[in-house]
Each structure stands twice: as C-alpha cells, then as structure tokens.
C-alpha cells in the first residue's frame, strides 16, 4: 500500500488550518498511488477534530498523546505511528516546531527529505515537491528516492478541497520516550495575537510608520481583520518592536492570502520572506518604491491617513 | 570544550540568480557566509573565551567555500575543514547531515553550532538531523547559551515568545539572531587566515551512503500576477476602492 501520512497541529486545543490543507493535500497524493490518507494529532482529545479531517479527505485520524511539545518525544512518538502505518508519504507542516521534529523523524525513518514545500503534484508513482531557493529567486523540483518520502509543507500553500474520507478514529500507544531537553520555563507574553507564521492576513509596518508610538495605527487595522503584526527589519532594528514580528529573509518566511505592506520600501530581503503572498497591498506614498513591482493592489498615499481609513471602511462592513 | 561550528556558502541575497536547468548559473554570484552561521561562528568563539577548547569550521560545498573557511579563520576559528561535495549535494540536507555527522563523529566534539537556517534553502533541517544521527539533545532557535560544565541552560525562541531549557553537553545548536553580534575580522586576522591550512574531506573517507534527492529542475519564480495602482481622490476613496477588491476580486477578507 502506498499510504500518506499527516502530521497535523493544534493550537490551544483548536485544530490548526494547516492540518487540512496537509490532509487535503495528502487525498491528492494517495488518490494518484493508491492509498490511504492518515492524519496524525497529539492530543488525546482526538474525537473532536475526527470530522473535520474526515471530511477533507482523513481515512483515519488517529490520536497520540504525546505530553508536551519537546523536538524529541514528538520525533519519538512520529516514527513509532510511521513504523507501524508504514507510509510511503509523510507530510508535516514546516512550522516552529515541524521544523524541529521532521528532522530527526526523517533520520530515524531513513529518509529522504524535501523542507518547506509549497507545491506537491505526482509523477511516475513519486512525489514532485516545489520549493523557492535563493530567497525566491528560483524555484527548485526534488523527487525523493528513498522508500519513505518526507516533506515539510509551508501554510497556506495547499487547498482546501472537500472530499470524503472514510474517517476512522485510531488511539495510538505510542509515547514520548526519552526527552533530553527540559523545558524550565516560558515567556509567551506576545502569545495572545495571531501568529505570523500560521496567519491568514498579515499587516505589516515599516519604517515609514516613523517611531513606535505609531504601531495602534497598524494594530488596529490588523485587529480588525484578525490579522498577524509583521515588521520590517528597519523597525526591528530601530527597537520599535521586537524581533519575533520580523518577516523577511532574517526573520520569518509568511504566506499569507493577504499581504498589507504599510511604509515598506519593499527591499529584496523583506521580499525574501513574504513574496509568495497570495495577494500584496502596498500602502507607500513613494510611487517608485519597489514594493509596487509586487503589489497586486499599490496605493501611492501617506499611510497616516489612508491605514485609519482602511481600518474604519473595513469596521464598517465587517460589523 | 571541543566545538564544531558549521559555515554554509550562499549567495549573496542582493545577487542576481541566473536559473539553469538543475543548477544556478554561478557566473558574476557574490559569495557569502550564510547569516546564521556568523553567529555560530561568533558562538563558538565566545565559548572557548569561557571554556577553552577548540573550535572548527567545517564547510561542505565546492572549492569556493574555502573562501568562507578563510573568513572564518579570519574571526577566529582554530581549525578549518572542508567536505569537498558539488554544490547540488547541499539542496540534500539528509547526505549534509550524515557526511558532518560522521567527521564530526570522529572529532568527539561537545558542542555542534550551525545557522537556525541556511538562507539559500531554508530548510532548518542539517543541524538538528545531526544531533539526531549522532544521538544528542539540540536547542533551536537559541538566543542565549550558558555553559556550567556539562549543564548547559539555553533560552530559545519559540512560536509566541521564548523558552529556557536545560540539557547537557554533548549538543547540537541552532543560533537565531539575537544570540550575540558576529565580531569583524581583523586585518591581522585576515592576513594570517590566508596562511592557514584548510583540511580536505572528501565523501568516501566521510564513508556515507549518498544522496536521496534527485533534482528533477530548477525554474524561475512564478511571475506575480500583473499588479495595479489604485486611482483615489483621496484616502476615502483609496480605503472604499480596496475593501471592494479585496473582498469581491480577491475574496480574501
Ligand atoms: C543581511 C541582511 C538581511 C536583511 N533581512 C531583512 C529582513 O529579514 N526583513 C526586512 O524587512 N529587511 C531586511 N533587511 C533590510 C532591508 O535591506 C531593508 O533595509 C529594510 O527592509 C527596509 O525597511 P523599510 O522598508 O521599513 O524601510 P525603508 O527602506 O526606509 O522604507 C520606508 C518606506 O516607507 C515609505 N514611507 C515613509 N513615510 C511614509 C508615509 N507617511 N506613508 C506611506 N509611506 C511612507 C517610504 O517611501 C519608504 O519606501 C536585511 C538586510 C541585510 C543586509
């Protein structure tokens, strides 16, 4: 059989989107090798999430309960379900912590890797996975040839399409195992906001909001679209905001559907990590600032006056 | 304390990148040490201030990478080895990690430090696929370490904030920005880094089992859909013009 395997994600017990566009993604793939779709959650509240994933596709959702996320009890608790599923496809979302487990799942599997995918098709009976290289520069095809083959997949790359799954629910005893690294302590001060990694719609301010004390102006926009806060690096390096709010080459890779770039000049780096936005908006009042050769909607304008307008107009029909 | 750090050539992110069938075409390419892998490099150094020890820079990738070597030696780095492999060897992460994990493997080396990611593949795998193969905790994404013997306290960042944890030596490091500021090589550093030896590793002596990642091709990025300045009298025009196309053109708010 050549069944696919998902790993999905939960965020403060929510099923994260992410996990039905891999299971999504995955019905694709084992309708074309013939096999079935498996979608794998930490949880032991799996009964819960059992429909939705049936219904994008999910032959069988299956639950581990693994405790609290660490790199290595997931990597451990991952491959006991892969060796007893035997997968000839494993996706699992390129996010904070997919990036940390699917590594040491890829070794333990004896596999071959392709990271931070953004498009999957089938040839020949094998995976084709698309990735950009060179900060989007080029777009690179792998095929993986080792008899398992992994991938980590951005958000937002892959649709959403209903299809029936058959939807069995598994309870799975694999466990955490051996954990070398304990968790002391966390900050999650900034934990409350949408996440940029994950979210749908990103708004973003540069340095032509002029100091921090201007960031409500971006905020409440992004707060009425239940949107995440990005930054420009020249922000980050001012101090105006910290670090974690970083999109570009030396802060976050985003995909968004929705891209609003408010005084960002658009330089190559900050390109690097947000140009495979589905839909940019660029608010600059520089009409030959380069941000505007990616746009799919530029307005030349001061950001002061046309964010504020933005955020009530989109108050006004949003309720 | 013996510590490894891991240097990745990359080209520059303001270079032009001409996109051949499976490969780029490396003509006119700026070369350059991969961001995240200065602050490992920085790490490292840092460490032996502290601890004593040894730190080497091993590269892996084709002739030119001995440049990164140099530059690495010019901060100072101990020792300079370079895994000499095509450059199409290094979009595999899975045949990187096993030829470092085994030289490193030999070395016996307590601390591994590499870039949270290199930033021409991005892939945030080699590092953390080491520890994995050489069967040792890891920290990613860290942004302070602490070393009190073996114990080693490290705060990481994390989705939403950062996270202190604890583990102990031997370990494999991930360095995000924000964990030190890469120090400038001296030009007494850069004069000397010219002199010094660069060890040659080649894949059989390294003895692992090849790659698992065919490169079917290489394209250029798809073109962006043909974009359009908005025409507004003013921002409440701009701000009802956008709200339309966003929700009945785009549909996605
Ligand atoms: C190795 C390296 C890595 C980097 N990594 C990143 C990264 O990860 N992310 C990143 O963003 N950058 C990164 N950079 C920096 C990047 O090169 C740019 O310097 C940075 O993106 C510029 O930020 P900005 O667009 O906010 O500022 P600027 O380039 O100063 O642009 C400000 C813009 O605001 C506009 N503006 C001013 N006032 C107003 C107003 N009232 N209304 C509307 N518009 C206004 C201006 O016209 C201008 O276009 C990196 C650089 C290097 C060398």
Same mark, same amino acid.
């Given at each position: 059989?050549?069944?696919?395997?998902?790993?999905?994600?939960?965020?403060?017990?929510?099923?994260?989107?992410?996990?039905?566009?891999?299971?999504?993604?995955?019905?694709?793939?084992?309708?074309?090798?013939?096999?079935?779709?498996?979608?794998?959650?930490?949880?032991?509240?799996?009964?819960?999430?059992? @429909?939705?994933? #049936?219904?994008?596709? /999910? *032959? +069988?959702? $299956?639950?581990?309960?693994? =405790?609290?996320?660490?790199?290595?009890?997931?990597?451990?608790?991952?491959?006991?379900?892969?060796?007893?599923?035997?997968?000839?496809?494993?996706?699992?979302?390129?996010?904070?912590?997919?990036?940390?487990?699917?590594?040491?799942?890829?070794?333990?599997?004896?596999?071959?890797?392709?990271?931070?995918?953004?498009?999957?098709?089938?040839?020949?009976?094998?995976?084709?996975?698309?990735?950009?290289?060179?900060?989007?520069?080029?777009?690179?095809?792998?095929?993986?040839?080792?008899?398992?083959?992994?991938?980590?997949?951005?958000?937002?790359?892959?649709?959403?399409?209903?299809?029936?799954?058959?939807?069995?629910?598994?309870?799975?005893?694999?466990?955490?195992?051996?954990?070398?690294?304990?968790?002391?302590?966390?900050?999650?001060? @900034?934990?409350? #906001?949408?996440?940029? /990694? *994950? +979210?749908? $719609?990103?708004?973003?301010? =540069?340095?032509?909001?002029?100091?921090?004390?201007?960031?409500?102006?971006?905020?409440?926009?992004?707060?009425?679209?239940?949107?995440?806060?990005?930054?420009?690096?020249?922000?980050?390096?001012?101090?105006?905001?910290?670090?974690?709010?970083?999109?570009?080459?030396?802060?976050?890779?985003?995909?968004?559907?929705?891209?609003?770039?408010?005084?960002?000049?658009?330089?190559?780096?900050?390109?690097?990590?947000?140009?495979?936005?589905?839909?940019?908006?660029?608010?600059?009042?520089?009409?030959?600032?380069?941000?505007?050769?990616?746009?799919?909607?530029?307005?030349?304008?001061?950001?002061?006056?046309?964010?504020?307008?933005?955020?009530?107009?989109?108050?006004?029909?949003?309720? | 304390?013996?510590?490894?750090?891991?240097?990745?050539?990359?080209?520059?992110?303001?270079?032009?990148?001409?996109?051949?069938?499976?490969?780029?075409?490396?003509?006119?390419?700026?070369?350059?040490?991969?961001?995240?892998?200065?602050?490992?490099?920085?790490?490292?150094?840092?460490?032996?201030?502290?601890?004593?020890?040894?730190?080497?820079?091993?590269?892996?990738?084709?002739?030119?990478?001995?440049?990164?070597?140099?530059?690495?030696?010019?901060?100072?780095?101990?020792?300079?080895?370079?895994?000499?492999?095509?450059?199409?060897?290094?979009?595999?992460?899975?045949?990187?990690?096993?030829?470092?994990?085994?030289?490193?493997?030999?070395?016996?080396?307590?601390?591994?430090?590499?870039?949270?990611?290199?930033?021409?593949?991005?892939?945030?795998?080699?590092?953390?696929?080491?520890?994995?193969?050489?069967?040792?905790?890891?920290?990613?994404?860290?942004?302070?370490?602490?070393?009190?013997?073996?114990?080693?306290?490290?705060?990481?960042?994390?989705?939403?904030?950062?996270?202190?944890?604890?583990?102990?030596?031997?370990?494999?490091?991930?360095?995000?920005?924000?964990?030190?500021?890469?120090?400038?090589?001296?030009?007494?550093?850069?004069?000397?880094?010219?002199?010094?030896?660069?060890?040659?590793?080649?894949?059989?002596?390294?003895?692992?089992?090849?790659?698992?990642?065919?490169?079917?091709?290489?394209?250029?990025?798809?073109?962006?859909?043909?974009?359009?300045?908005?025409?507004?009298?003013?921002?409440?025009?701009?701000?009802?013009?956008?709200?339309?196309?966003?929700?009945?053109?785009?549909?996605?708010?």
């Amino acid at each position: 059989m050549a069944d696919v395997l998902v790993v999905g994600e939960l965020k403060n017990g929510e099923l994260k989107k992410i996990s039905k566009e891999l299971t999504s993604a995955a019905r694709k793939i084992a309708d074309a090798i013939g096999g079935k779709v498996h979608t794998l959650l930490i949880t032991d509240n799996v009964d819960s999430f059992a @429909g939705d994933l #049936k219904a994008v596709g /999910a *032959d +069988a959702v $299956i639950g581990a309960n693994l =405790g609290e996320f660490s790199p290595e009890g997931y990597a451990n608790g991952i491959f006991a379900v892969i060796q007893e599923k035997k997968p000839a496809v494993v996706l699992m979302p390129h996010s904070a912590q997919g990036k940390e487990y699917s590594a040491r799942v890829a070794i333990k599997a004896n596999a071959g890797i392709v990271a931070d995918a953004v498009g999957l098709s089938v040839d020949g009976g094998k995976v084709v996975a698309k990735k950009p290289i060179y900060s989007g520069k080029a777009y690179a095809n792998f095929k993986v040839s080792s008899d398992i083959q992994m991938f980590t997949v951005r958000a937002n790359s892959q649709e959403v399409t209903p299809k029936e799954g058959a939807g069995a629910v598994e309870k799975s005893g694999a466990s955490a195992g051996e954990v070398r690294t304990k968790s002391l302590s966390k900050d999650l001060s @900034g934990g409350n #906001k949408v996440q940029l /990694a *994950d +979210a749908s $719609i990103i708004v973003s301010g =540069g340095r032509g909001i002029k100091g921090p004390e201007n960031w409500p102006i971006i905020q409440d926009l992004a707060d009425t679209l239940g949107a995440a806060l990005g930054a420009s690096r020249a922000t980050v390096d001012a101090g105006w905001i910290s670090h974690s709010h970083q999109v570009g080459q030396t802060g976050k890779t985003v995909s968004p559907n929705c891209y609003i770039a408010c005084g960002i000049s658009g330089a190559i780096q900050h390109l690097a990590g947000m140009g495979s936005s589905k839909y940019i908006v660029a608010i600059n009042k520089d009409g030959d600032a380069p941000i505007f050769k990616v746009a799919t909607y530029g307005v030349v304008a001061d950001l002061f006056e046309v964010v504020p307008a933005l955020t009530s107009e989109f108050k006004k029909v949003l309720g | 304390m013996k510590i490894v750090v891991l240097v990745k050539q990359v080209p520059d992110t303001e270079t032009n990148i001409k996109v051949g069938d499976k490969s780029i075409n490396e003509a006119g390419v700026k070369w350059i040490i991969s961001p995240y892998d200065e602050f490992a490099i920085e790490e490292g150094i840092r460490i032996r201030e502290k601890s004593g020890g040894e730190v080497i820079a091993v590269s892996l990738g084709p002739d030119r990478v001995v440049e990164a070597l140099r530059t690495a030696y010019a901060m100072g780095v101990d020792r300079a080895v370079h895994v000499k492999v095509d450059d199409y060897v290094t979009f595999d992460s899975t045949y990187t990690s096993e030829l470092l994990a085994n030289f490193i493997k030999a070395e016996n080396a307590d601390v591994i430090i590499g870039g949270r990611q290199s930033i021409d593949t991005d892939s945030s795998q080699v590092v953390v696929q080491i520890a994995e193969r050489l069967n040792v905790p890891h920290v990613a994404m860290a942004l302070k370490l602490e070393f009190d013997g073996k114990k080693v306290t490290a705060t990481r960042e994390i989705e939403g904030g950062t996270e202190v944890v604890e583990t102990s030596a031997p370990l494999a490091v991930t360095a995000q920005k924000g964990l030190n500021e890469p120090r400038y090589p001296s030009l007494k550093g850069i004069m000397s880094a010219k002199k010094k030896p660069v060890d040659v590793k080649k894949p059989e002596e390294l003895g692992a089992t090849g790659s698992k990642l065919e490169v079917v091709s290489l394209e250029p990025p798809p073109p962006r859909i043909a974009g359009r300045k908005l025409e507004a009298a003013d921002a409440q025009g701009f701000a009802s013009q956008l709200v339309k196309a966003l929700r009945e053109e785009a549909k996605v708010i």
